[in-house]
């Protein structure tokens, strides 16, 4: 298992080897630096990587595409996206991300990135273990800090002290 060695990946690392050991399966882990461990995994060179993933817009489709999409599963390929660099050849999955995109009724879209969800989280190499959640603090008197769900959308333009 390829891990980040510092906090918290260490310790996650160890908790995912010790319940494996529960059921007799051996986990070796090998931590290094971020960059070393990512690097192993975007070449496709792990059997398991605990990592970290945010949407880069607030958008489902940063998501669908990171990991249902995946057009082309050769080496070769340009698009090395979560669902490549785990091997996961899903073209059914491919069409819906691909229709989910073009598709202009609110509510239709939502349900085709729903169904998608289900599927990955059902039948996926992913196991999704926890959501980091950050807290925000301001004093009395502080206004307008704005903190959105995703790093891209915390303002601190109209931040104002009285």
Do not use: C
């Given at each position: ?32 630096d ?17 990592g970290?993933?945010?949407?880069d817009?607030?958008?489902p ?30 073209p059914?999955l ?25 599927e ?36 601190y ?6």
């Open positions: 298992m390829d891990v980040r060695n510092d906090y918290p990946y260490s310790e996650i690392a160890q908790a995912v080897q010790a319940n494996f050991a529960l059921a007799n399966i051996k986990v070796q882990l090998m931590p290094n971020n960059k070393q461990t990512l690097g192993r995994y975007r070449a496709r060179a792990h059997d398991i990587y605990i970290e993933w945010s949407a817009y607030i958008d489709h940063s998501n669908a595409q990171g990991f249902v999409w995946n057009p082309d599963n050769s080496d070769a390929s340009s698009y090395k996206m979560l669902a490549w660099r785990n091997a996961w050849d899903i059914g491919k069409k819906e991300t691909n229709a989910a995109l073009a598709e202009s009724d609110t509510k239709k879209r939502a349900q085709l990135y729903l169904s998608m969800q289900k990955v989280l059902a039948k996926s190499p992913f196991v999704i273990m926890f959501q980091k959640v950050s807290q925000v603090a301001a004093r009395p008197g502080v206004t307008g800090l704005e903190v959105g769900p995703i790093n891209d959308l915390v303002s333009r109209n931040i104002k002290k009285q």
